[in-house]
Nanobody, 128 residues
C-alpha cells in the first residue's frame, strides 16, 4: 500500500510564507524513495489541477511552473521519505488545494498523467 500525506497548509496573508510537507509511506516507497520523482500540483475551485513544481529522485533536478518560479522551492529528504514545498511571497491567486504526487520513475515530470500516486491534498488560503 502506498500513502502520501500532505501537511502544512493553512491561512496566511498575502506576502507570507508556508512550508508544505509530504510524507511517503508503504512498501513501494520504503526502501527506494530516491527512485521516485515527486511533484506538487494545485487545484483552485472551478479550475483544472495544475503543475506547481517537481523534483527528481536524487533531488538534483527541479522544475517549476512559471507562476511559482522564484517564489516556491521544492526539496526532498530521501532519508525521511519526505518532500517539501517552501512557498514565499504568497499571493491570493496561490489559494488552492495542494496535492503531492509520486512518479514511478526517477526523472521529474510536469504533467499529471505521468504521476502514479497522489495524496489527499492540503488547503492553502492566501488572504489579501
Amino acid at each position: 500500500q502506498v500513502q502520501l500525506v500532505e501537511s502544512g497548509g493553512g491561512l496566511v496573508q498575502a506576502g507570507g510564507s508556508l512550508r508544505l510537507s509530504c510524507a511517503a509511506s508503504g512498501r513501494t516507497f520504503s526502501n527506494s524513495f530516491s527512485s521516485y520523482a515527486m511533484g506538487w500540483f494545485r487545484q483552485a475551485p472551478g479550475k483544472e489541477r495544475e503543475f506547481v513544481a517537481a523534483i527528481s529522485g536524487s533531488g538534483g533536478t527541479t522544475y517549476y511552473a512559471d507562476s511559482t518560479k522564484g517564489r516556491f522551492t521544492i526539496s526532498r529528504n530521501n532519508a525521511k521519505n519526505t518532500v517539501y514545498l517552501q512557498m514565499n511571497s504568497l499571493k491570493p491567486e496561490d489559494t488552492a488545494v495542494y496535492y503531492c504526487a509520486g512518479r514511478s520513475n526517477r526523472w521529474a515530470a510536469e504533467t499529471r498523467r505521468e504521476y502514479d500516486y497522489w495524496g489527499q491534498g492540503t488547503q492553502v488560503t492566501v488572504s489579501s
